[in-house]
């Protein structure tokens, strides 16, 4: 895929792709680095339809993420930014780290259903589409995945 | 009030967190706009003129809707025909499945369940169907989607109020699948015990009526979370009959009784298809 595309992609994917990552790396510099990774990949393959770039990048930044957490320097990290760890007093920064602590603590295979239905907007049946699975197995995933947010949210104290 | 925010919270939370700049980028990088036209839509991020031009869409949806309309009528037919597939391409849908996503006991939203999954199949073969006879016309598509979609949501009401309520039954078996082309059968059930219950992966499977043995079951050793949906899938080599009883080990030495009643069992289009036509139907 040209260059030139690969850059309009960019614009229009990038923070969706590193957020994807972030699911699974919990890092944002490790997220970036994986979301420019599948980029670059993505510049090596043939030019693909349209609806198949965007399932195409996160599943590529997901493996990328994936494969970064088993790597041995990761190992003895701390996943979350030093930036979620700085002292602050505001409330609802604390209340939006505790949710992305919460978000997580949850098995894995909730959060990337639940980042593109609830911060993305995809309906459940784009979600299922995106990630390649089933309406109703989608739809149960995120229906649970909400609730055990919501539980985890409320063991951070709130 | 604060309890009610985690996905606020994380929403505001995650869109904190962005890309680098763009690293591809020269002086001729294509802007956003012009690469989007050549995405479909359910793959783009809905901005204001996306906002317009949903509601152009659902206006004229709207009239198609009501077009539509004009096209379905009542089924007459026995309840157990839920659709009529005849060389008329007019649809014929379910009379009597309630949509109502209010039960007032389990028993009822075990039915409305069955019902509702049991119809919502029903549409998928029908919708299949059509395509191979040449008949999916917008019109079709869009009255097929839309008895799907509220099929589904009642599905989605009747398994949370399952989970939500207290029961006097160890677990719910709200239905079996046997989808076309594969061995096994999926079993979805509730485990109202209120303790995970780890089966073993072995069990019997007998005929209801008669206690006669079917035939003896291994499959994989799966946990069930309490107040949960899950699925047990059974192998289907020797389960040849919609009335069975299947009884399962469990690790800490009790059984899990399952029974299946009659025509409970749904035989499913393959997998592949419905996931193909649950693509179709999106794109509307």
Redesign the interface.
């Known amino acids: 895929m040209d260059r030139k595309r690969v850059a309009g992609l960019y614009e229009q994917y990038a923070d969706t792709v590193t957020r994807a990552a972030w699911h699974y790396t919990g890092s944002l510099h490790s997220a970036q680095d994986c979301a420019e990774e599948a980029f670059l990949r993505l510049m090596q393959q043939e030019d693909m339809e349209g609806g198949r770039v965007l399932p195409w990048l996160i599943r590529t930044a997901v493996n990328c993420a994936k494969d970064s957490m088993k790597a041995f320097e990761h190992s003895r990290t701390v996943p979350l930014e030093d930036a979620f760890d700085s002292p602050t007093d505001d409330e609802a920064l604390l209340s939006e780290r505790a949710a992305m602590r919460a978000m997580l603590s949850l098995d894995e295979r909730y959060r990337l259903p639940l980042y593109l239905h609830l911060a993305e907007g995809y309906t459940i049946l784009e979600t299922a589409r995106l990630l390649g699975k089933g309406f109703n197995t989608t739809a149960s995933i995120i229906r649970r995945g909400r609730k055990l947010l919501q539980k985890a949210y409320e063991k951070e104290g709130y | 009030m604060?309890?009610?925010?985690?996905?606020n919270?994380?929403?505001?939370?995650?869109?904190?967190?962005?890309?680098?700049d763009?690293?591809?980028?020269?002086e001729?990088?294509?802007?956003?706009e012009?690469?989007?036209e050549?995405?479909?839509a359910?793959?783009v991020?809905?901005r204001f003129g996306a906002y317009i031009a949903a509601a152009v869409l659902a206006v004229c949806i709207g009239a198609g809707a009501v077009f539509a309309a004009g096209h379905l009528k009542k089924d007459e037919t026995p309840a157990d025909s839920i659709l009529t597939l005849d060389s008329d391409p007019t649809l014929t849908v379910p009379g009597d499945i309630s949509l109502t996503k209010t039960f007032p006991d389990a028993e009822t939203a075990m039915e409305k369940y069955r019902e509702a999954e049991k119809a919502s199949h029903e549409l998928l073969r029908y919708y299949d169907s059509a395509i191979a006879s040449g008949k999916d016309s917008d019109v079709l598509k869009k009255s097929v989607s839309d008895m799907i979609y509220p099929y589904?949501e009642v599905?989605?009401a009747a398994?949370?109020f399952l989970e939500e309520t207290n029961s006097s039954m160890s677990c719910y078996l709200l239905e079996v699948v046997k989808y076309e082309g594969e061995d096994t059968l999926s079993l979805y059930v509730i485990n109202k015990t209120g303790k995970e219950i780890d089966l073993t992966g072995s069990g019997r499977a007998h005929r209801n009526q008669t206690g006669e043995k079917l035939c003896d079951l291994a499959f994989s050793q799966i946990s069930l979370p309490p107040d949960?949906?899950s699925v047990i899938k059974l192998p289907s080599d020797g389960i040849t009959t919609d009335d069975f009883n299947v009884v399962l080990e469990t690790l800490d030495g009790s059984t899990l009784s399952i029974s299946a009643e009659p025509g409970i069992v749904i035989r499913a289009l393959n997998?592949e298809r419905?996931?193909e036509l649950?693509?179709k139907?999106?794109e509307k």
Request: glycine fraction near 4%; charged fraction near 25%; include cysteine.
């Open positions: 604060r309890r009610n925010n985690a996905v919270s994380y929403i505001s939370g995650i869109g904190r967190l962005s890309a680098r763009n690293p591809f980028a020269d001729d990088v294509t802007s956003p012009t690469e989007k050549n995405k479909p359910a793959y991020r809905p589904a599905c989605q398994v949370s949960e949906l997998r419905i996931s649950t693509r139907l999106s």
